[in-house]
């Protein structure tokens, strides 16, 4: 199983402030996959990175995949209250022998006060 | 469509009881999914199932059965509860099975908590 390592675990930041989070791995990702989670509901699927280098970008959301794809990161710029949730970054491995199977990082809990 | 629904949406045990969580989507989804959350471990696959009938473990199975006779349907039993499954399960339902750019749909999930 691949291990996600996410950072930081928490942020809290004012309203109009910008923000990075990261999502790192030792090994290769076949894709990598954002999700935002809010109190009391399941994750929601923002992302899906494939190519190394690439860079999408979801109104004030940017999400970049390392060249190496071991490697992703999520900036938001002018952070609102609604952005505030739990980040996590999700990744099936690239192994012929596995189940195909989302691992899930631990996650980084945005707060962004008014 | 009501998505992925997760009943009961809270639940008390105490250890050595048993339960059945229910998982009903209705997206004609053929993957299915269970997920178990605890703080500052993301989200970890319990059992998974490709189709009406198949069931697959997956990363922490222990403790823990599953059953989907009804393609709609992903039931997670837990036989004889104990402190350590205290947690917020998840279910999910795919398209396919957590491959390239396929999204996984989340229910809202069930807060357990075992005494």
């Known amino acids: 199983t691949q291990l996600l390592e996410q950072s930081p675990q928490f942020l809290s930041i004012q309203e109009g402030e910008n923000l990075t989070v990261y999502c790192n791995s030792s090994?290769?990702?076949?894709?990598l996959q954002w999700y935002r989670q809010e109190p009391g509901e399941g994750p929601v699927l923002l992302v899906t990175?494939?190519?190394?280098?690439e860079v999408k970008k979801l109104k004030r959301l940017t999400f970049q995949f390392g060249d190496a794809r071991k490697d992703s990161s999520l900036h938001i710029t002018a952070a609102q209250p609604g952005d505030t949730g739990l980040y996590l970054c999700a990744s099936q491995i690239i192994s012929s022998g596995s189940a195909r199977q989302l691992t899930f990082g631990s996650g980084t809990q945005l707060t962004v006060l008014p | 469509n009501a998505g992925v629904t997760q009943t009961p949406k809270f639940r008390v045990l105490k250890t050595g009881q048993s339960m059945t969580l229910l998982c009903a989507q209705d997206m004609n989804h053929e993957y299915m999914y269970w997920y178990r959350q605890d703080p500052g471990m993301g989200l970890r696959l319990i059992h998974y199932?490709?189709?009406?009938?198949?069931?697959a473990k997956g990363e922490v199975p222990d403790g823990y059965n599953v059953s989907r006779l009804k393609k709609q349907n992903f039931l997670l039993g837990l036989e004889s509860a104990a402190p350590s499954q205290t947690s917020v399960y998840f279910c999910a339902s795919s398209y396919r099975h957590g491959g390239t750019g396929d999204t996984q749909y989340f229910g809202p999930g069930t807060r357990l908590t075992v005494l």
């Open positions: 990175v494939v190519t190394g280098g």
């Open positions: 090994s290769v990702f076949s894709s």
């Open positions: 199932s490709v189709g009406e009938g198949t069931t």
